[in-house]
């Protein structure tokens, strides 16, 4: 039982041991930091001074004032992540700054990045200020973060880290690019020792691209929510309607250049059951023979089924036409007479799905 109880001593003195270790040192000795610098070696005047050798000679140009030891921040030191889309950093910079490239073209660049900001600081719940007129330096109140020890009414406040950035934007001459750059302008922290108002540089640098890279994921995620809002804004967004061609005659119309629908309606004869037979390029004419497609019991099984258009089989004429950027689809039968309004609305649904290529564009 005794032995059962010393190991549980040893287990306890390593816990504790391990909290606390300062991971922004070394681990180890540091008997080299107490070393003294050997004397040089005294040349009677009498004798040659022998060769010295300067491959790794060090000139006494350096910080003397630096940490030495236990006191040396062996952190890595904090990188910017252009995460979001189009973001990048320059070659060697060691700023905390990112560049944003144009990504969507109906939306303004900096104010988009600007909106991200305010919404990461919204998020914060940390107030944002504008400090020029121009719209390109802002700076944020009092970012504050407490250390708390106890349990509810014993809780005692050990350190508290009060923080204010300042972000400066710059825009190229086209507008197509903005850099955004993060600065930390003020530093308070206050605990048992006393009050400071001194940061160290690598803690300094650190923050700034912690501050940057949460601006850089707030960019990124509103790129992802206006792609998911294009995404069902196009799902739901009717491409083709009934309407009438350039001769008063019923016929579809999509929301599709006619160049590119042209070029891409092979894809749907092929999907639907048409078979091309012949076509006019020069006006926009394809001529088809359509049978219906066979749904067999092993297709639907297999999932190869397609929707069958309700029309006779026979040979038809698709006419396509520009409307004014938009493209009127119109259909004839084999005599040269154009289908009328009810066939249309009713094999609508089959067509409106089809002529949309939404798979394709």
């Known amino acids: ?7 549980f001593s040893l287990l306890s003195l390593a816990i504790t041991g391990c909290g606390n270790i300062n991971n922004k040192t070394a681990i180890g000795d540091f008997e080299y930091a107490k070393q003294q610098e050997a004397q040089k070696i005294v040349i009677p005047e009498n004798l040659n001074k022998p060769k010295e050798a300067k491959d790794f000679f060090i000139t006494n140009d350096i910080n003397h004032q630096g940490p030495i030891g236990g006191k040396v921040d062996v952190r890595a030191p904090s990188l910017v992540l252009p995460v979001a889309s189009a973001s990048r950093i ?28 305010k919404e990461q600081l919204a998020n914060d719940d940390v107030i944002l200020n504008s400090i020029d007129s121009e719209g390109k330096v802002f700076e944020s109140e009092w970012y504050i973060s407490e250390e708390i020890s106890g349990y509810w009414w014993f809780e005692t406040v050990d350190n508290t880290e009060s923080l204010r950035f300042r972000y400066i934007f710059e825009t190229k001459a086209h507008g197509r690019s903005v850099a955004l750059t993060v600065e930390l302008i003020d530093f308070e922290e206050t605990n048992k020792a006393g009050t400071s108002k001194t940061m160290d540089i690598i803690d300094k640098q ?18 992802r929510l206006k792609k998911r809002e294009n995404r069902i804004m196009r799902a739901k967004q009717k491409f083709v309607t009934i309407g009438e061609n350039i001769e008063s005659e019923p016929a579809y119309i999509a929301e599709i250049d006619v160049e590119l629908l042209w070029s891409n309606m092979p894809l749907f004869f092929a999907d639907y059951g048409f078979e091309i037979t012949d076509l006019n390029e020069s006006d926009k004419i394809y001529f088809v023979d359509f049978v219906k497609p066979d749904n067999s019991l092993w297709a639907v099984l297999w999932g190869d089924d397609v929707p069958v258009i309700d029309v006779d089989d026979a040979e038809y004429q698709f006419v396509l036409a520009d409307l004014d950027g938009k493209t009127s689809i119109t259909i004839y039968d084999g005599r040269g007479n154009v289908l009328p309004i009810e066939t249309l609305e009713r094999i609508f649904p089959i067509m409106e799905t089809g002529l949309s290529f939404k798979d394709v564009f």
């Open 206 to 223: 650190r923050a700034e691209m912690a501050m940057l890279n949460q601006i850089v994921s707030q960019v990124d995620y509103k790129y």
């Open 1 to 7: 039982m005794n032995r059962r109880i010393f190991y």
């Open 90 to 117: 320059e070659p060697g910079t060691k700023n905390a700054k990112v560049w944003f490239d144009q990504v969507l073209e109906e939306n303004d660049l900096n104010a988009f990045v600007h909106d991200a900001l």
